[in-house]
């Protein structure tokens, strides 16, 4: 070796010694730390109260190589702030969590790196749950003290819980080149992820939205101070103290509405170890900033019960000024709860909540956050409602951010579970889900390639509903079609013996941009066809893209004129017979913009074995020259065995025809005598026939008699859907309308013992509460601490105008009593405190309430022909304002 290798070598094992003996860690040594995390909220300066927890638990550090680290948490313990002993201490008490938080604390270790003591990498094991992962960032981010500068004072940037800190260091009581104490100081505004996490708030608040400059009325610092080991170089102490002060409230920047959060870490051993294996190639990479997740408590079920239990009970307590703050309890209540826990107390929330009370905008908007809380809501329950809430959820935030994240991707799995590779499964799930996809056909497409697969098996599936199978079709109208896909769809155009309607859906999805050479071999199909159906609503439509002056179709016009090569088009049938497609397009050029065209399109379909429409659909789209045509609105109707329904509706005694003779000689004599004779002759009835019943009566038992005779048919097999701007918003079924005409027909009798109900109703007496809670401001954030937990903040107002009204009539003395009682309570709530998601939540709140009531009670007699009012005196103080 030559001496300027061995040179080479020399500085590289120098440096490799110098990196050693500088680390604060050495390698195979594991070092065991007591680890406390103490948060308090409260009113400093003024009351002795406190809202808060404390976190204990013990703190095993790994080092197999330098800069590798092992972090293990074990035997924790979680206790909650109960009260404050004679010293002012805070009295603590376990918590009902602390064996799940300790179990969740000590299920997993955590690997880790740093470089040059300020660049953390974290790699995480599989399945760590978000909130147990923020916890051990806290540990980490305390446990960084950085190694000894030259200077004194220095501004170093440093990897913490916050972000990357430019953080104030000060070595002191230095013993050679080794600082036994320093201490950090840091202003958080100045850390990079110290920035408001939205949290999810009301859509119908009017103030909302005020994070950031909320934000800035509270000043957040933290100071740290370690202990070092003079002779080894390690932390023998740690203690960090943050504070979050809202500056509104406080008295010299140092008392009034707080939190604190306080660290400590103390070293119990120190020894050897053997263990090198540090690999952590195979885990993801993480860094040590908070990441927030949803502060969701699973044990709070009953407790939200009880606070609407007690919204209930205020009128009869007379607390009404109580209202608008427990209102606000159970709104952030409501909130905190898991999709299972609030699906199982819903049903308790309707029964003890009365109709004469309105809650608006209770749960907040549906975003990216609450796509996992739908898609609970829609493997819980699977419903229209749920299935096409969840396409919207999602379609809405792919187009906004064009990424697929792991809720997305668990909506593509479940979606294609329940389709069960050949759409096997119940026919109406099946059909639902279906329609779900292909309302988020794009995003579908994106997160699971393979769907297409299962829905190309599903249209060739002659065990599936023929509607499954047009579904399955129609689930493509939003994605790419591959040359695969338009084999498949060709294949099945091209069937013969298959139903019309499922070829002529085919048929749709494949000229939505068809290559030419699917032009020609539907032109070469054509030529052969024998459905008589197909053969007329296929001529009928390329007949209207030739006449079309629709913006950008001129290439599809090229295209279809090739494919036909000099042959005519069919010349258009019956169209009382045979299905058609109808267009109506027009283009308007307008000076200085691109040239604009609208189509009205219009779809019919007939079923071969009967002159009935089978499937009816109309579209309105608008075409921007340079952009892709928006489908405005669309409404449509599929379904067989509609002759039955028609023949009740519009027959010899149907509905329609019987009504409308009724309502003829109704009107006979009521209108001059050539409207009555022009009325009668282009109905076809006689002048000289007889009208015995009331008009509205007889309306009725005809609306009666329709709904019997349906009821008594075999239903239809049909659905309606509408989409606006290419979403779809649902359908519904015609047995929907069946129900929908009951409910009507018993609306109507019940309209008519209105008067009769009224009289009851007085006599008996009439007495209820209305109050409407309206929360008009709405602002939640959240912001990351040392300790890994997250910081909390709110600003809400609350407003809840109403009245109780009681009114009571003696006939037969003729007196009457009214009581007439109407208030409101204002209230403005701030909120500062702590989330520790699964496990626990403390707080202090500020409350300021504005309430105003007024009442009156007055009795009315008549006697003796003098009418006598009297008010008697309160029985009760009223508030006819109060402010606190």
């Keep these: 070796m030559g001496p300027v290798q061995l040179l080479l070598l020399l500085l590289l094992l120098s440096s490799g010694v110098l990196t050693q003996d500088a680390a604060r860690f050495k390698s195979l040594r594991k070092y065991v730390y007591l680890y ?203 203690v960090c103290s943050e504070k979050h002060l809202f500056l509104p409230s406080s008295y010299k920047n140092q008392y009034g509405m707080m939190t604190e959060v306080n660290q400590t870490l103390k070293l119990e051993d120190n020894q050897k170890m053997n263990n090198k294996n540090s690999d952590g190639d195979e885990l993801e990479e993480k860094g040590l900033a908070l990441e927030s997740t949803d502060a969701k408590f699973s044990r709070q079920g009953d407790a939200v019960l009880k606070i609407l239990q007690e919204l209930q009970k205020l009128t009869a307590s007379q607390q009404n000024q109580q209202r608008a703050k427990l209102f606000y309890k159970f709104v952030s209540g409501l909130r905190s709860l898991h999709n299972n826990t609030l699906g199982f107390l819903v049903p308790k929330m309707m029964e003890t909540s009365r109709s004469g009370h309105v809650y608006p905008g209770t749960l907040a908007f549906s975003t990216p956050k609450r796509i996992r809380e739908i898609l609970n809501m829609a493997q819980y329950q699977p419903s229209r409602a749920s ?315 005809n609306l009666e008699k329709l709904i019997k005779e349906l009821s008594k048919k075999e239903a239809p097999e049909g659905r309606a859907f509408l989409r606006i701007l290419g979403e779809e918003l649902g359908y519904m079924k015609l047995n929907d309308f069946k129900l929908l005409g009951s409910v009507v027909l018993e609306c109507i009798k019940t309209l008519q013992r209105i008067p009769e109900m009224i009289a009851q109703a007085i006599s008996k007496g009439v007495d209820k509460d209305l109050f409407v809670h309206y929360m008009f401001m709405d602002n939640e954030f959240e912001l990351p601490t040392g300790a890994g937990l997250q910081l909390k903040f709110a600003l809400s107002g609350i407003v809840t105008p109403g009245a109780k009204v009681a009114v009571k009539l003696h006939q037969k003395s003729m007196q009457a009593e009214l009581i007439a009682k109407p208030s409101v309570a204002v209230e403005f709530v701030t909120h500062l405190g702590i989330n520790m998601p699964e496990f626990a939540r403390s707080g202090v709140e500020m409350n300021s309430n504005i309430f105003h009531e007024s009442g009156i009670e007055a009795h009315v007699s008549v006697k003796a022909g003098q009418l006598k009012f009297s008010i008697p005196a309160p029985k009760a103080p009223t508030k006819l304002l109060s402010i606190r």
Aim: charged share 25%.
């Design 36 to 238: 406390e995390a103490e948060t308090s909220s409260g009113i400093t300066g003024t009351a002795d109260s406190r809202s808060g927890s404390k976190i204990t638990c013990k703190v095993e550090l790994e080092v197999p190589q330098l800069c590798q680290f092992i972090l293990r948490t074990m035997h924790c313990s979680l206790r909650e702030t109960f009260g404050v002993d004679t010293e002012r201490r805070a009295m603590l008490r376990k918590s009902k969590n602390s064996d799940d938080f300790a179990n969740a604390m000590s299920k997993h270790e955590l690997k880790f790196s740093t470089q040059d003591g300020t660049k953390v990498k974290l790699y995480p094991a599989k399945g760590e749950p978000l909130n147990v992962l923020n916890l051990k960032r806290g540990i980490i981010s305390a446990l960084l003290a950085p190694t000894e500068t030259e200077e004194n004072i220095k501004t170093i940037p440093m990897d913490t819980v916050y972000g990357k800190c430019d953080s104030e260091v000060e070595f002191k009581s230095r013993r050679g080149s080794v600082a036994e104490d320093i201490s950090i100081n840091r202003n958080l505004k100045a850390c990079d992820n110290f920035s408001p996490i939205r949290d999810y708030v009301s859509p119908v608040a009017i103030v909302k939205g005020l994070n950031i400059p909320l934000s800035t009325l509270l000043s957040s610092t933290q100071s740290c101070h370690y202990s070092i080991d003079a002779k080894k170089k390690h932390i023998r102490d740690a």
């Design 387 to 701: 299935f096409y809430g969840l396409s919207h959820a999602v379609t809405k935030f792919y187009n906004e951010k064009m990424i697929v994240t792991e809720e997305i991707a668990d909506v593509a799995d479940f979606m294609v579970s329940l389709l069960r590779t050949d759409c096997s499964g119940d026919a109406e799930l099946t059909y639902l889900t279906l329609r779900a996809i292909g309302n988020m056909g794009a995003v579908m497409e994106k997160a699971k390639p393979s769907l297409k697969a299962s829905l190309r098996t599903c249209i060739r599936n002659q065990a599936a509903s023929l509607s499954v199978q047009k579904a399955a079709i129609q689930a493509f109208r939003k994605m790419t079609i591959t040359e695969e896909d338009r084999s498949a769809l060709l294949k099945e155009f091209q069937e013969g013996d298959a139903p019309t309607d499922k070829r002529l859906a085919t048929y749709l999805i494949l000229m939505k941009n068809p290559s030419p050479s699917d032009l020609t071999k539907i032109m070469r199909i054509l030529t052969r066809e024998k459905n008589e159906q197909v053969k007329s609503f296929v001529a009928s439509h390329i007949a209207n893209i030739l006449d079309s002056d629709e913006v950008g179709i001129e290439d599809l016009k090229s295209h279809v004129e090739e494919a036909l090569k000099g042959n005519e088009v069919q010349t258009a049938k019956d169209f009382r017979k045979f299905s058609q497609n109808y267009q109506v397009s027009k283009r308007v050029s307008v000076p200085g913009l691109n040239p604009v065209s609208a189509k009205v399109e219009g779809n019919v379909i007939f079923d071969p074995s009967s002159y009935v429409p089978k499937e009816t659909m109309l579209k309105t789209t608008l075409n921007l020259y340079g952009f892709g045509p928006s489908d405005i609105f669309e409404l449509g109707l599929d379904g067989k065995g509609f002759e039955p329904t028609l023949e009740a509706l519009f027959g010899e005694k149907g509905f329609f025809p019987d009504t409308a003779s009724k309502a003829l000689y109704w009107v006979d004599g009521k209108v001059p005598e050539q409207v009555s004779k022009a009325l009668f002759d282009y109905f076809g009835y006689s002048h000289d026939g007889k009208q015995d019943q009331e008009i509205t009566k007889a309306i009725i038992l």
